[in-house]
RNA sequence: GGGGGUGUAGCUCAGUGGUAGAGCAUCUGCCUUUUAAGCAGGUGGUCGUAGGUUCGAUCCCUACCACCCUCACCA
């Protein structure tokens, strides 16, 4: 154990106990607070000499002997606070002895200008709100460790106000989302989390157990074939924002869980979705940015102009100066060798013509571009493409080189759709875990008959990072997934 | 899962084959307009964990754990 002349956890508590010996709670139940701490700090014009109460965190002490200077910070920001010993009561002041950086305090008092120019707080009264009894990270560096940055995120957000900033702009983007999807009448429905078959997208899932059903159920990997189901049962446009499940792999842009958003619209097909998709996309970087603009780290992207729409394979033409297009598997996978694209797993003409996208093409897509017009085989809930049978009517927004959105005119006809499950079904038999399960009773919805209907999904978390210009998904996440702390 | 890197005081980091240092924080004293306040003094570490080599390991070796970067899978 560590010497008690210098443990700061030991002197907080003998602070905390002298606090009580005065008669005085440590942890009392609420404050009459006036103003917020920007509002004072602002507001100088209008409150210079008047009695404010304001309260916050305790973040820095510069004493002088008989007279302090200290700075509170709440969620809006910083205020300066001026104690000295002939302004207050001799037990005002001896109070200040048992705060700590960290502790949580009420200040009252009026508002002045110090010779500096800072708008600040003389202290008349003093009260501790809530103790702190470990000590913050170090002022000037701060906290920079990721590992304890994600894992105590309250921490990270008292010491970088930036943090704070960033999950403001991720809430702005939801509203952002929400307002625009509700102008355009769609309609925000709840679908379930735990389901007994996944679906809607190509990927792993959890598994987790029902005791009373004593059943399987797994956590979604996407809300597709419920919010077509709707679409189905007669609900025009739908939408939901939806937190996601997917047991595979973690890293700089991708959480085990995350968010996205998936509409749908009865009676329009993926050309529409496009044109409604750019204006969504241009509507929440004006709501959260300001301007029509992204952020790539330290890069702003202009996105007011004209988005590109290119074909995926023209794409791949231009890119590689070879044309994978009308041409048997066994061509595409010798072209495909022959430019040094690893098809490892990749058994489909489909899944080489996308690997040899991936790996060719879509790093170099920085500004936005939609890309269009996948292999059928890849997209087995969209309809095929009236013009080529072998194609899907399908588009993806990229954006730095990664995928934002991806969207389909929405398979509606159940006997191909039938197909399209026993294909992936083969797929999974011959080793892909991540193919489409048979969804029995969609096929039964879709039997009933859907619209022809456009539908879209994109990522929370990967556009907020655009708006941002964060670097990892984790940065926009505020509790990502971790291991178990260790030791 | 493969490859590379990191792990030393509460925080940010130096450093050495002979059991350790700085700044900040903390404690004591001085200081009535400071702001990374200052000055003086003090406390504080089983050097990630477990083995091994060695007379002796925080340092060298091995394994493990955690995190970061990167590749693979994916949104």
């Known amino acids: 154990m560590a010497d008690e002349k210098s443990d700061p956890l030991v002197h907080r508590r003998e602070k905390l106990e002298r606090l009580r010996a005065k008669g005085i709670n440590p942890f009392p139940y609420r404050y009459d607070r006036t103003h917020k701490l920007a509002e004072v700090a602002g507001g100088f014009e209008h409150l210079e000499g008047k009695t404010v109460a304001v309260a916050g965190r305790l973040m820095s002490v510069r004493g002088h002997g008989k007279t302090m200077f200290f700075h509170l910070q709440d969620q809006t920001g910083k205020l300066q606070g001026y104690l000295r010993q002939d302004a207050v009561d001799e037990d005002t002041f001896a109070l200040f002895k048992d705060f700590d950086l960290g502790d949580i305090i009420g200040v009252s008092g009026e508002v002045f200008k110090t010779k500096t120019g800072e708008t600040t707080v003389k202290v ?22 990721v590992d304890i940055r994600f894992r105590r995120r309250y921490l990270d957000l008292i010491v970088n106000p930036e943090v704070m900033a960033i999950f403001a702009a991720r809430t702005k983007t939801l509203r952002a989302v929400r307002a625009f999807l509700d102008k355009h009448g769609f309609l925000e429905v709840e679908t379930p ?29 996407a809300d597709e074939l419920y919010l077509k189901r709707l679409i189905v049962g007669g609900f025009d446009r739908v939408y939901e924002v939806c937190k996601d499940f997917r047991n595979e792999g973690m890293d700089r842009e991708h959480n085990p869980e995350f968010t996205m958003v998936e509409f749908y619209a009865a009676y329009l097909d ?31 992207i202009d996105i007011s102009g004209e988005w590109p729409e290119v074909p995926l394979l023209e794409s791949i033409r231009t890119a590689t100066g070879r044309d994978f297009a009308n041409s048997s598997i066994d061509e595409v996978r010798r072209l495909a060798t022959e430019i040094g694209v690893d098809l490892t797993g990749k058994n489909t003409w489909g899944q080489i013509i996308d690997e040899v996208f991936s790996e060719k093409v879509q790093p170099n897509l920085v500004r936005p571009t939609f890309i269009t017009d996948h292999p059928r085989e890849i997209s087995p809930l969209a309809k095929a ?32 759709q039938r197909e399209r499950f026993e294909s992936q079904s083969r797929q999974a038999g011959a080793g892909d875990d991540e193919a489409h399960v048979m969804d029995e009773d969609y096929l039964r919805a879709l039997s009933y008959g859907m619209p022809p209907t456009g ?12 708006l941002t210009g964060a670097a990892s998904i984790r940065e926009v996440i505020l509790f990502p997934t971790m291991r178990p702390e260790g030791t």
């Open 270 to 300: 993926y050309h529409d979705i496009m044109k409604l998709f750019r204006e969504l996309i241009l509507h929440i970087a004006r709501e959260v940015r300001g301007s029509e603009t992204l952020q790539l780290g330290e890069e702003v």
């Open 455 to 466: 539908g879209l999904g994109f990522g929370i978390d990967r556009l907020v990072m655009l």
């Open 124 to 145: 008349r009264k003093l009260e501790i709100l809530a103790k702190s009894l470990l000590p913050l990270p170090e002022k000037w560096h701060g906290l920079t460790d």
């Open 385 to 416: 493409n009236r013009r080529d049978e072998t194609l899907a009517e399908r588009f993806e927004l990229f954006v730095g080189g990664k995928e934002i959105g991806n969207a389909f005119s929405e398979l509606s006809d159940p006997d191909d």
């Open 193 to 221: 989390v735990l389901q007994p078959l996944y679906g809607g997208a190509a990927a792993r899932p959890f598994v987790t157990h029902h005791n009373a059903l004593d059943m399987r159920l797994y956590l979604r990997i």
